[in-house]
């Protein structure tokens, strides 16, 4: 028996230590014409696979017009429920079952509901999950069902918000319509049901990752997130000025939310150590979080609810006592689906907080013992700087061999992408001596300060939890170009940076 892979949902990854392991997404589709034509993909996706044979192969089979049910000789199984047009909506979804040799079973689910999306179109959810069947079965996370992959090829794919459901990247142009659309992806308003990664320029035409490297991560993340690729830094400044600081930038990848904005920020450093480990995460991450957010759509479990219950009332006085009991089993297996996967979300939950969100080599739980931050990656910089110190100064303290070769392993650490846009945000925001004053009190405003007065100068002070910080004074009349200099070597003082960067 081969894993799962081409047209199948793919797996990866063992865990012994999980007994259930899943992967959902849901996304607007254009309105499909009739039933028969999603059935269609249905039967088409389990022809192309490798393993199915439950189409060829039917041992028993139920064709019943709301509620078919197919199964083969080896325990495979496809069943399918069709919800007419009613008060709760239109509907249809399938599962398919299949049992592999490693005691394993491998679920594929999922329900079109018609006009439940915005603007009348129709609302896809798909479902998969690695359950075991046996005690000490290695389980594996599915990926995403190469069903998937075909609705989208045939452009299924709908309007999610202000952008297309789709399975290439949106490279942004340099112009007006481009930057209103980055904006509404900081703010968290320009999709509602997938997320949006956000890859930040290094500079014209260069990512952190190669073009065809984030052609491949769209590809692998059709349906799942929208991969948005900004064109140059001067467009990642403007941006700066207009979300007040909320966007990445220089590489840096963001993950946003619908209704949120910024969530995660992934970046070449760390345990992140070249292009191809930063594209996985970028991948893994957006793939759990899609997986644990709201859903507006059905599932299976939902869709078998809502046709159990039309059908009871549909045929309460020809219901005979025996089939109304068969209807109520059916119903309470559907609820005890529920509850397994109300189960299993719980136990999973704490994947998506307890995932690493930077590339830094401290883990989250340290820096969330330590404070925040000034910006992302400062506690390593500053174990860099002092590990220099303590080496400048071993033989004072006569330090032994190994304490010298840690402390030099971490020396060698490169400074963090944070510092190296700080510095150059400083220089770019002490340049005018016009806009000094709220240029600076801008910036530092997003660095661990707040403006307490303003008269013939301006007062900023530490915010609540960055110790160590002194306060800042900024002149608000023009100063010459030497002042301008000053000015800013004074804050890089003050915020310990010019140690930083040696």
Known sequence: ??????????????????VMTSFSTEFPVRPVANSATFLAQVIGWLRGTEYSTVLDDADEKDLDAEAPVIRARNGEELRLRVLPAGAEGEAIGFRHDFPDRDGRLWRTEAVLRKGA?????DLIRLRTQCIAQRSGANLETPRKPYL???LLRETWGGRDGLLDVTDHPLWLGDDDASMQLAEAIDAGTASRHLPILYVSAVNTGRWALTRSEVERLAFQLGGVAHVVVEPDRAFSFRLRDASEGRNVYGGTIGLLLPGRGLSRKLYLGGHLSDPQSLQRAAQDLACLIRSHMPADGWDWTELQEQALRAQRERRRSLLSQRESEELYEEEITTLKDQIGQLKEQLAQASLVD??????????????????????????????RAAAKVARARSEVEGLDARTLAVLGAVEALPASDGLHELLEDL????KDPGRLADQVTQLLGRHGYREKSRNKHVRLEPQAGFVGLDAITVPTTP?????????RKQVERTLGLTRLAD
């Open 1 to 18: 028996m081969q894993r799962f892979s081409g047209t199948g949902s793919l797996g990866r990854g063992g865990r012994d230590d999980a």
């Open 117 to 121: 999306a915005d603007d009348g179109q």
């Open 148 to 150: 998937l992959k075909n």
């Open 354 to 383: 307890a995932s690493e969100p930077d590339g830094g080599i401290l883990p989250a739980d340290m820096v969330a013992r330590l404070g925040p931050e000034i910006y992302p990656g400062e506690f390593q910089d500053r174990l």
């Open 427 to 430: 220089k770019r925001a002490t």
């Open 479 to 487: 100063s010459d170009t030497r002042g301008l200099t000053n000015m």
